[in-house]
């Protein structure tokens, strides 16, 4: 019978063709999947306008730079980027961010405004498109999914609080500390424009209806599926019909103040140019930076998550370059910061999105707003908006992750609520560092003491386990000592302290093996630690000897000449072949 070998995938190089996903999907496209991507289209199109004039709002800017940012970012990336269901174009978190990182230069006007927004879309495709090209998307992993769930859920938090001032109906200083934000909004409850506050509540009523009870009552009419999303999908366009209908029926922009959007320029997006001097990048870099990370993570998260689920791959690095050249697209047509969305993605997905042509029909169905309907958004309630942005964001704070971190493992469930409180109390830039450096933190404490086990053998086979927890036969003078961790600076001392208190205490040992089963690494710190080991246990005429030492871990110890410094007849394959040579030097006996 033939066998096949399984060969491991090698790094083949880069070709150009690698840059070009699109030469993949369009040169082989199939007719089944149209329908697909037409649908998909549609369906996120629907979603995307109302979105995304509420996030522009929720970045400071006007409603139709939403708009700008989801045309050409959107074609660019459906172009270049290796997700086939990815739906990037503005989202929540990124918008946040961009208003935290412009606000704080205070900008006098409008204009300087958007300039800045443009400066830091530029800044943000350089960054990431210099990360792909450098293959270094694996950097993003120092942030740990703890942190990034604990930013998420705090920044969701903010966001929320930030429109607070769009569903009462009145003014609330600005500021990045939840406290604040909660006093400042109970001291000023008695000035509740009620008007505002009832379209308002109405709006997040209908998005909740249509986001949690329509589906299941449009499933027992025996509706068909896509039929169903579909409809799910456009309470946001209904509400913002409905929303311009009763303020332009009623004056309630004139009779009630309440605040509405106002003309919305149409025609094509304008060519823009950002600025370019130096005081203005310095001030940008601190949040381009931010941006660019969190923006990756949110997108390669869902994009490999989605992926997944049809066994198709994802180039991370591809993936970094794809959405700066986006965000290059965003800077030049009037747009703002863009990355891949969590629920248009997943929209996208479930309406069967085969390919990145469904991003090029949303592309060009938000084109033809901005070219023909942005005249209807005249009567616009600043607070159907604002309800899109709070359900859109109330399912980022992710309390189940918490509980399932504190009942896994505590240390993530710490890093996730410092990061959490630090986001809502010292700002969202501030938190991500706070929470990376927490992260960074408890993990070097929890290897700084790994867990070390005294072994002994199984019965009479060769396996050797934990004496707490098996039931195991071991040596009066020969010690043991299995360490489940690589040996580094953080935990070299702590091993040494632990091998020469089991020494102390067992004058009868001879002989001290160490397990090195889960050592990956031994860094110049440990393994000077143990030189002094073997001469203090040399000392006091007690063996050192090391066992299962893996391959490369051993091409060091060989090349800085430890191995011949111990005597190579001290190493040992496994560590029955240890115990069983040193028991035939007739010192140990069993019991």
């Known amino acids: 019978m033939a066998t096949q070998t399984y060969n491991p995938v090698q790094d083949r190089g880069v070709s150009w063709r690698d840059y070009l996903p699109f030469l993949d999907w369009l040169v082989n496209y199939k007719r089944e999947h149209l329908s697909g991507d037409v649908i998909a289209g549609v369906i996120v199109a629907v979603m995307l306008v109302p979105q995304g004039m509420a996030y522009a709002l929720l970045a400071g800017l006007p409603p139709q730079v939403g708009l700008y940012a989801s045309i050409l970012p959107l074609i660019i990336y459906g172009l270049l980027g290796t997700s086939r269901t990815l739906a990037v174009g503005p989202v929540?978190?990124?918008?946040?961010?961009?208003?935290?990182?412009?606000?704080?230069?205070n900008p006098a006007t409008t204009e300087e405004y958007i300039a800045l927004a443009l400066t830091l879309a530029l800044m943000v495709g350089i960054i990431q498109v210099a990360m792909g090209f450098l293959r270094v998307g694996f950097l993003v992993n120092f942030l740990s999914h703890p942190v990034l769930s604990g930013f998420t859920s705090g920044a969701a938090v903010m966001i929320a609080l930030s429109?607070?001032?769009?569903?009462?109906?009145?003014?609330?200083?600005?500021?990045?500390?939840?406290?604040?934000?909660?006093?400042?909004?109970?001291?000023?409850?008695?000035?509740?424009?009620?008007?505002?506050?009832?379209?308002?509540?109405?709006?997040?009523?209908?998005?909740?209806?249509?986001?949690?009870?329509?589906?299941?009552?449009?499933?027992?009419?025996?509706?068909?599926?896509v039929v169903a999303l579909t409809l799910t999908k456009?309470?946001?366009?209904?509400?913002?019909?409905?929303?311009?209908?009763?303020?332009?029926?009623?004056?309630?922009?004139?009779?009630?103040?309440?605040?509405?959007?106002?003309?919305?320029?149409?025609?094509?997006?304008?060519?823009?140019?950002?600025?370019?001097?130096?005081?203005?990048?310095?001030?940008?870099?601190?949040i381009a930076l931010t941006i660019s990370i969190v923006s990756y993570m949110e997108s390669i998260s869902v994009g490999k998550a989605l992926a997944a689920k049809r066994r198709q791959k994802i180039d991370a690095n591809q993936e970094l370059i794809a959405l700066g050249a986006a965000n290059f697209g965003a800077t030049f047509t009037g747009g703002y910061p863009v990355t891949g969305g969590f629920s248009r993605s997943m929209v996208n997905f479930t309406a069967g999105a085969n390919t990145g042509l469904a991003s090029l029909i949303t592309a060009g169905l938000v084109l033809l707003t901005v070219l023909f309907l942005t005249p209807l958004f005249y009567y616009l309630p600043n607070a159907v908006l604002a309800a899109i942005v709070v359900v859109a964001v109330a399912s980022?704070?992710?309390?189940?992750?918490?509980?399932?971190?504190?009942?896994?493992?505590?240390?993530?469930?710490?890093?996730?609520?410092v990061t959490f409180l630090a986001v809502i109390q010292l700002g969202v830039e501030v938190g991500i560092l706070v929470g990376a450096a927490a992260s960074m933190g408890l993990y070097l404490w929890r290897t700084s003491r790994p867990h070390v086990a005294?072994?002994?053998?199984?019965?009479?086979?060769?396996?050797?386990?934990?004496?707490?927890?098996?039931?195991?036969?071991?040596?009066?003078?020969?010690?043991?000592?299995?360490?489940?961790?690589?040996?580094?600076?953080?935990?070299a001392q702590y091993l040494e302290d632990v091998v020469l208190g089991h020494v102390a205490d067992n004058p009868q040992i001879d002989h001290f093996v160490l397990v090195c089963s889960a050592v990956n690494y031994i860094d110049i710190s440990a393994l000077e630690v143990l030189r002094d080991v073997h001469e203090r246990l040399r000392d006091n005429d007690i063996g050192f000897y090391m066992a299962e030492v893996k391959g490369p871990v051993m091409d060091r110890l060989e090349a800085i000449g430890f191995a011949d410094r111990m005597g190579r007849q001290n190493f040992f394959l496994t560590t029955h072949e240890a115990c069983k040579t040193l028991r035939q030097l007739g010192k140990a006996q069993a019991f």
């Open 92 to 105: 929540a978190v990124v918008s946040l961010l961009v208003a935290s990182g412009i606000g704080a230069l």
């Open 454 to 491: 005294v072994v002994g053998r199984i019965g009479e086979t060769e396996e050797y386990r934990n004496i707490l927890r098996h039931e195991t036969q071991t040596f009066p003078n020969i010690l043991a000592l299995r360490v489940d961790e690589s040996l580094y600076f953080p935990n």
């Open 163 to 225: 429109q607070l001032k769009n569903v009462f109906g009145f003014d609330v200083p600005r500021s990045e500390q939840f406290h604040a934000l909660i006093l400042s909004t109970i001291s000023r409850i008695d000035q509740t424009n009620i008007a505002i506050f009832a379209i308002s509540m109405a709006s997040i009523g209908v998005l909740l209806y249509f986001k949690f009870a329509l589906g299941k009552h449009l499933k027992a009419l025996g509706v068909s599926n």
């Open 234 to 286: 456009i309470g946001p366009l209904l509400i913002v019909v409905g929303g311009v209908l009763i303020v332009s029926v009623f004056g309630l922009h004139q009779s009630a103040d309440v605040a509405i959007v106002g003309a919305v320029p149409g025609g094509l997006p304008p060519l823009t140019i950002p600025l370019f001097d130096v005081a203005t990048w310095q001030a940008l870099l601190p």
């Open 396 to 417: 980022l704070v992710d309390v189940g992750a918490f509980l399932h971190a504190w009942h896994y493992d505590k240390s993530d469930a710490i890093s996730l609520l």
